[in-house]
């Protein structure tokens, strides 16, 4: 059984930093691509960064590019999302999502994932 959490959300002054992790048990470590996502009130989910499963980060959210950074240690089962410069609209639910997948691929769109977990929320005041 998979499972997929989240944790490491809270609430930060605009301009500070917050590290989101995700664990993803029940998966094969390298076998699998992972995803952040996020969800503000009224708002579509939307894609804001994804990483291969081999580690190489491939995409990320215009509005976050050089202030996000994901990576994976695949030895722990765990993603990251360093969240630095953070601005009041940053401020959502962020989710994590995997997808089992032999390519070495991942995609910044929420259909292609297969397993979420519940999120964690990010609140940035200003």
């Known amino acids: 059984q998979v499972h997929v959490v989240e944790s490491g ?8 930093s917050l590290r989101l992790s995700c664990t993803a ?10 995803a952040w996502f996020r969800q503000a ?3 579509e989910r939307e894609g804001v960064s994804c990483i291969r499963r081999t ?16 990576s994976r240690d695949n030895a722990k089962n765990t993603v ?6 953070l601005k009041p609209e940053d401020t ?9 997948t032999k390519y070495d ?3 910044g769109v929420v259909g292609f994932y297969t397993y979420w977990g519940q999120g964690t ?4 005041s200003s």
């Open 121 to 124: 929320q990010v609140t940035v």
């Open 9 to 16: 959300g809270g609430l930060v002054q605009a301009g500070g």
């Open 105 to 107: 691929l991942c995609s």
């Open 55 to 70: 580690g190489i980060e491939t995409y990320y959210l215009d509005s976050v590019k050089g202030r996000f950074t994901i």
């Open 80 to 85: 990251y999302l360093q969240m630095n410069s």
């Open 25 to 34: 048990s029940g998966l094969t470590p390298d076998g699998y691509a992972m």
């Open 92 to 100: 959502a639910m962020y989710y994590c999502a995997a997808r089992e």
């Open 41 to 43: 009130p009224g708002k």
